[in-house]
């Protein structure tokens, strides 16, 4: 039997396959850096930018803007006191009508005098008696008839007769009612025949020269003037008067937190009534302002007043705002913002503060905004 022919296998040289090992993942790597580069980056840096919000601004610049504060209230008068009756009787005689324009010490109305200029006779017939008592007392008295004491006595005599006849005269007085100062009777309590007794309430007199306008102001609001500051009167129907502060309450109200104030306006002729609606306007110092459309307020989860704007790198940020007046064409001014800013007035209530954006103007943008656009994007 013959041995079996063994088979010849030639090995591969194993530089070459070192070789080849290398060149494959060479050519892999080469690969890769052709394809993810002009693929694989720009999609990543195409989603990023598409997650961005795109949002309309526009560039606002703040104006010196003329400032008042307004508040609203109503007219009244300066003074009013609630006549009371001093003497007891029948009213006798109408003398003024409500509503009119009365002096200091006119008579309104008098009383029944009845008996009252008797007693006041027999009063002084009793003091001069009295009197010649005392003097007769005084002559006794030298002699030594009559001690000190009963001519202490005699004296005391006159005085009590004396205070008798001047409260006769003050209640004879008394039964003509009179004007305690210049005004307008509002109102009378009484008519002809009607029986008075002392302290009943018979008539109103009210003071409308100077007239006060009355308000309130809140916590900020009083901050921003004081007395004696100059402050304009409107009222329907009549035209405006300028007076001044004349008082504000140093505490404010526990239910309202407000401080009540008057403005002291002339009123010589009483044209103007008590109890009209009215509006103080009180001249702040001019405030720099943007004039902004109210669609783009907007609020903070406190609630607070404000609105959006995107900084140089195009980051969201909430300003607090104050509105300072409203204008004709139903935009409004607003303060508590930079000099410049650009402001969202698209999208506002899809960003939030801290957000970066891609911003885009208004169609309507000036050729200076076009520039600041370009140097933006």
Do not use: C
């Not at 010490?105 to 009063?123: K, M, P």
């Not at 403005?263 to 009180?282: D, M, Q, R, V």
């Not at 007043?305 to 940020?317: I, Q, R």
């Not at 698209?346 to 960003?351: A, K, L, N």
């Amino acid at each position: 039997m013959q041995p079996a022919e063994k088979t010849s296998h030639k090995r591969p040289n194993r530089s070459v396959l070192i070789a080849i090992i290398f060149a494959t993942i060479a050519f892999v790597w080469i690969l890769s850096g052709q394809f993810e580069e002009p693929e694989t980056l720009p999609a990543k840096k195409q989603a990023t930018e598409y997650q961005l919000t795109k949002v309309e601004v526009k560039q606002s610049m703040a104006e010196s803007k003329a400032n008042e504060l307004v508040l609203r209230g109503r007219t009244g008068y300066s003074r009013q006191v609630e006549l009371k009756s001093e003497a007891e009787g029948t009213v006798n005689t109408i003398k003024a009508e409500r509503g009119i324009r009365v002096k200091k010490g006119q008579a309104l109305f008098v009383l029944d005098i009845d008996d009252r200029y008797e007693r006041l006779s027999q009063a002084e017939a009793k003091l001069r008696e009295l009197q010649s008592v005392y003097e007769a007392s005084k002559k006794l008295a030298k002699e030594g008839f009559r001690s000190s004491t009963q001519l202490a006595a005699a004296e005391a005599n006159i005085r009590e007769a004396e205070a008798n006849v001047i409260a006769l005269k003050l209640e004879i007085q008394n039964t003509k009612v009179q004007a305690p100062f210049d005004g307008v009777l509002n109102d009378r309590m009484v008519e002809e025949g009607d029986f008075v007794k002392v302290g009943d309430i018979v008539a109103e007199i009210v003071d409308l020269d100077p007239l006060y306008v009355l308000a309130e102001a809140n916590e900020d609001e009083v901050a921003k003037f004081s007395v004696g500051q100059v402050g304009l009167a409107a009222i329907p129907g009549h035209e405006s008067l300028q007076g001044k502060i004349h008082y504000i309450a140093v505490r404010g109200k526990e239910q309202t937190r407000t401080f009540p104030l008057e403005l002291e306006i002339p009123n010589p002729n009483h044209a103007i009534p008590a109890g009209l609606t009215a509006e103080i306007k009180i001249k702040l110092n001019p405030v720099m302002a943007h004039n902004i459309s109210p669609a783009i307020l907007t609020l903070s989860d406190d609630g607070i007043v404000g609105v959006k704007t995107v900084n140089e790198d195009n980051m969201v940020a909430f300003n607090p705002v104050e509105i300072v007046d409203d204008a004709p064409n139903g935009t409004v001014w607003i303060s508590g913002l930079p000099q410049m800013v650009r402001l969202v007035v698209v999208g506002q209530e899809f960003i939030k503060p801290g957000e970066k954006v891609i911003p885009t103007y208004q169609q309507n943008i000036s050729q200076g905004q076009q520039g600041q656009q370009g140097q933006d994007n």
